[in-house]
């Protein structure tokens, strides 16, 4: 259990620490000079079977109460100090709201001095300081009268405290490690140490972690907790971390930092919370009033936007957007506390709830539930609303992180709500199975009434149904979804079928008309084989085959729109099956060229054509994305890879030709695409069919 006083200036908070673990918590020469605590002091009061008392000794100067501040977050335990023969002070109130503010729900009352004041006095300041803590998270917490001098209270206050430890539910260690940092030092043979109290998780010798919001990487040599060598460290643990790694120093590690789980990192500068106004504070009609921001150990500029249309009043509660000067490290519902920005008094606190606010559209009634649902203090409860909330879809990865929540806390949630988790790369969303199943059907929908609309177009353009769907997935989720549902019936899919950037329904085939159908027989293999790369152009093809220039460009238009052939340049049209052996020439040419970037000459002697030809293909490359172009050199777009369907890679040295049929439907790529259905090679015709099939 970690204790932590608080009180006004010299009412006696050192020595009372001192009196009980007989450790003077004014280390500082100047401390010890001016008789004034100044720093954080950390004393320890071993009390049997094994368990170790920390305290936290927090100066009680006005000039410091930042310090005190960073002393208070993370305690478990509040002693609140008044001096029996001075009664209630300034910075005894002020001390007694930040406690109140930062939640330290379990304390007492400590009347020092208390051999300095007559019983009538003690009487006085007794009932004074049950006024104060009335209404605040200390009411009812009991007073005890001690002297440090002749020792009275001395030994009712160690059982009072041990009584505490007893009874405290330890933290819950399952969480992710995070040590908030209040002190950082050099020792000789041993190197760089930080101290701080342990927020949440575990960590042991030899753990790598990071300090944020910096993101300098470290490992754990050794560490001490609760003033004892040990293997690990846990939450509610006071800790010293001896670190190690490069870049690791004093001068690299500062009061404030937190050092924590590397999955943690990902500080925040924006950051919805809910405000509590101190009672005795103006009432807060303005936006952007600049303040001072106290979190954990740390301090920082912020301004505060209102997020509801009215002022805030005194003593009351309020959603607020803090914009902080610089990023800091937090995790969701952790307390703060905020006061003006030239240090004088104390403006009132509260807790975290969105640490990724947005910047835009943040007072809508939409953003307003959102906010609802993540106010909720149980991260499982606070989720399962969320899910309730626009837009339906939410990534869990990136809500355990933000509440510090370990891996197998979030599979739980997952489980136990039986959640629809979508998966694709860094990007990842979970929905209910309601949300899923309304997703699906809405998507059948879609497919079924673009069939009926289009029956010869092979399928829908897979962003335009991306756009027209309810919840609004990110592109790659979208695909992993996608990827589900025609995935057969061992993945619950099976419904759906992809063609590159097109989605059909698994069922629908399209057929040319009978005429047509005769003409693309005998027209397709003169745009294959040999002289697929230099396929002859519409008036060539009209004149070959006897049809009339127009009767041609209408057809090959028709093979174009339903994926069969792609028009590259005017009038010149080659088969898809060559379009994605050209990308895959494309992408060997830029994996075998320095720094990745082919010339359209490249290109060239690899197809074996002439250079207008090939700068015409390139271009109709850049224009879909599939090549980003920088003066004479291109580079792949990875995301456009399988924008014409899967490809296959070219061997090495195989210029003007695949490695093997390019488009077979046993065969998959190597950048992860699938075969495409009923795909056909580029000495081969597209399987003839004859009307829409569903």
Not at 80 to 90: F, I, M, N, Q, S
Not at 164 to 192: H, I, K, N, W, Y
Not at 195 to 224: E, F, K, M, W
Not at 273 to 278: H, K, M, S, V, Y
Request: charged letters at 25%; proline letters at 6%.
């Amino acid at each position: 259990m970690i204790i932590g006083t608080a009180g006004h200036v010299d009412h006696g908070k050192t020595a009372l620490v001192k009196a009980l673990t007989g450790v003077d918590g004014d280390r500082l020469k100047e401390e010890k000079a001016r008789g004034v605590t100044i720093d954080l002091g950390f004393a320890y009061l071993p009390i049997g079977d094994g368990r170790v008392l920390g305290f936290v000794d927090v100066p009680g100067h006005e000039r410091f109460v930042r310090t005190m501040v960073a002393g208070a977050s993370g305690i478990d335990f509040a002693l609140l100090v008044v001096a029996a023969d001075e009664g209630l002070k300034p910075q005894t109130l002020e001390h007694l709201a930040i406690i109140d503010l930062l939640g330290v729900e379990r304390g007492l009352v400590v009347l020092s001095k208390a051999d300095l004041a007559t019983p009538e006095r003690l009487d006085q300041t007794t009932a004074e300081v049950r006024r104060a803590i009335a209404g605040t998270v200390l009411e009812g917490a009991e007073t005890l009268p001690v002297s440090v001098v002749t020792g009275q209270g001395l030994g009712a206050l160690r059982d009072r405290l041990a009584e505490a430890a007893e009874v405290m539910a330890q933290r819950s260690a399952e969480t992710r490690f995070r040590l908030a940092v209040d002190r950082a030092f050099t020792l000789q043979g041993v190197g760089v140490v930080v101290t701080g109290t342990v927020l949440s998780g575990t960590a042991g010798v030899g753990d790598q972690l990071l300090i944020s919001p910096s993101g300098l990487p470290v490992r754990v040599r050794s560490l001490h907790a609760q003033n004892r060598p040990a293997q690990t460290g846990r939450a509610g643990d006071r800790c010293a971390l001896n670190l190690a790694g490069p870049g690791v120093s004093k001068e690299a590690v500062r009061r404030g930092d937190m050092v924590l789980d590397p999955v943690l990192h990902a500080p925040a500068d924006r950051i919805d919370a809910r405000l509590r106004l101190l009672p005795g504070e103006a009432k807060l009609a303005g936006q952007w009033l600049p303040v001072r921001l106290h979190h954990a150990a740390t301090e920082v500029g912020a301004r505060i936007v209102r997020l509801g249309d009215d002022p805030i009043e005194p003593g009351g509660e309020a959603d607020v957007q803090l914009v902080l000067e610089r990023p800091i490290s937090a995790c969701a519902q952790d307390r703060y506390v905020l006061r003006d920005v030239s240090a004088r008094r104390t403006i009132g606190g509260g807790r975290f709830i969105d640490l990724r606010g947005p910047s835009r559209r943040r007072r809508t009634p939409q953003r307003r539930r959102q906010l609802a649902a993540l106010a909720i203090p149980d991260p499982a409860a606070a989720f399962e609303a969320l899910l309730e909330t626009p837009p339906f879809a939410w990534d869990l990865t990136a809500f355990a992180r933000d509440h510090a929540l370990s891996a197998a806390q979030s599979e739980r949630m997952a489980e136990e709500s039986g959640l629809v988790r979508l998966q694709a790369g860094g990007a990842g969303v979970a929905m209910t199975p309601e949300r899923w199943g309304a997703f699906m059907k809405g998507l059948i929908e879609q497919l079924t009434v673009f069939h009926a609309e289009n029956p010869d177009l092979q399928g829908m353009g897979r962003e335009r149904l991306r756009l027209r769907l309810q919840p609004r997935l990110p592109a790659p989720v979208f695909i992993a979804a996608l990827q589900r549902l025609a995935g057969g019936a061992k993945e619950g899919g099976g419904e759906l079928a992809l063609d590159g950037a097109f989605v059909r329904l698994a069922g629908h085939t399209v057929r040319l008309a009978p005429g047509d159908e005769a003409a693309w027989t005998a027209m397709a293999p003169r745009l294959g084989g040999e002289e697929r790369f230099r396929p002859p152009r519409v008036r060539d093809l009209a004149e070959a085959t006897g049809r009339a220039e127009r009767d041609v460009r209408r057809l090959l238009k028709l093979a174009g729109r339903m994926s069969w052939a792609d028009e590259i340049a005017p009038d010149h049209f080659f088969l898809r099956a060559t379009v994605r052996e050209m990308v895959a020439h494309c992408a060997d040419a830029a994996a075998q060229a320095e720094g990745g970037a082919f010339t359209a000459a490249q290109f060239r002697d690899r197809v074996a054509n002439g250079r207008k030809v090939a700068i015409q293909i390139l271009e109709f490359f850049d224009r879909h994305g599939v090549t980003l172009r920088r003066g004479d050199l291109r580079r792949i777009n990875p995301h456009r890879l399988d924008l014409f369907g899967p490809i296959v890679p070219i061997s090495a040295g195989a210029h003007g030709r695949a490695s093997s049929p390019v488009g077979r439907s046993d065969f998959k790529s190597e950048w992860g695409g699938e075969p495409v259905p009923g795909g056909f090679d580029s000495h081969s015709l597209p399987p003839p069919s004859s009307r829409s099939e569903h």
